[in-house]
């Protein structure tokens, strides 16, 4: 199947996913889209992984990734997982001395393509809720204790400073990775059937893809090394809230209400 074909029908599930109001149909839709991109990896186990339309490349549209200081690394964290679903790898480029940095994906053309249409949703919705929750758990924070005389400034200064209410960075760091890994068990939970149903060869294209991207990597990248993300801290329960939203993000969702051209490239 040629990549063009392959986006096309995986974008018309995701339109319909993102047509219907039903949580289930979503879903299904979803995981048809997850079955067409597996069932295809599949059919192309047979053909060397070096060549042909299922070559393994790097994609030259590296991604910027934000402000370290604010976000944390979740940006990095969320490709990697994408990445990882997708049959491709992440590399992160300049982070250990800055603030912000790059990242870029390897794999075959079609799951590269799919990989950044992935990311550039859910990093856009797990944004919008990651405010959306904030705020709420500010409000639930602020409502449970006697205002006295303060300011609602001064009021939500002073529950800070008692350590009643956390900073809005720090509870953001540690939303954003939960959501990331509730993200990834997600996708996890969506292709598992169909994995079940293709055990044996699905063994088979794992080797073969993971043989491949360290052939590539090892070629391309010869002082590659691993980065840490570090534990994730439950920063007055940011983080498994953070897990519970990613665990029911539904990423058709930005099929039609993305702004930016890169979130409408499957369009």
């Not at 939970?189 to 052939?215: G, M, P, R």
């Not at 058709?252 to 890169?262: D, H, L, W, Y």
């Amino acid at each position: 199947m040629s990549k063009e074909k392959l986006i096309d029908l995986i974008s018309k599930l995701l339109a319909k996913a993102n047509g219907t109001t039903v949580q289930a149909e979503a879903d299904a839709f979803m995981a048809k889209a997850n079955e067409l991109l597996l069932r295809h990896n599949l059919s192309m186990s047979e053909v060397e992984m070096n060549s042909g339309e299922n070559a393994i490349t790097q994609d030259k549209r590296a991604r910027d990734f934000g402000d370290v200081a604010s976000e944390g690394k979740w940006e990095s964290l969320l490709m990697s997982t994408i990445a990882s679903h997708n049959f491709c790898q992440c590399i992160t480029h300049s982070m250990s001395y800055s603030k912000t940095g790059t990242m870029s994906v390897i794999g075959s053309a079609q799951n590269i393509e799919i990989t950044l249409y992935m990311f550039d949703v859910a990093r856009t919705l797990i944004r919008e809720i990651s405010k959306k929750s904030y705020s709420a758990y500010r409000k639930q924070i602020v409502e449970s204790y006697d205002k006295d005389n303060y300011s609602t400034r001064d009021f939500e200064k002073e529950l800070q400073r008692r350590g009643l209410l956390a900073y809005r960075t720090v509870w953001l760091r540690s939303y954003l990775k939960g959501a990331v890994s509730g993200l990834n068990i997600k996708l996890r939970t969506e292709k598992k059937a169909t994995v079940a149903a293709n055990a044996d060869k699905y063994a088979i294209i794992l080797s073969h893809n993971k043989e491949a991207l360290a052939a590539f990597t090892n070629q391309a990248y010869s002082d590659l090394r691993s980065s840490r993300s570090g534990s994730a801290s439950n920063t007055h329960g940011a983080y498994s809230r953070g897990k519970s939203d990613g665990q029911g993000l539904s990423l058709n969702q930005g099929v039609s209400s993305a702004k930016s051209n890169n979130t409408k490239r499957l369009n």
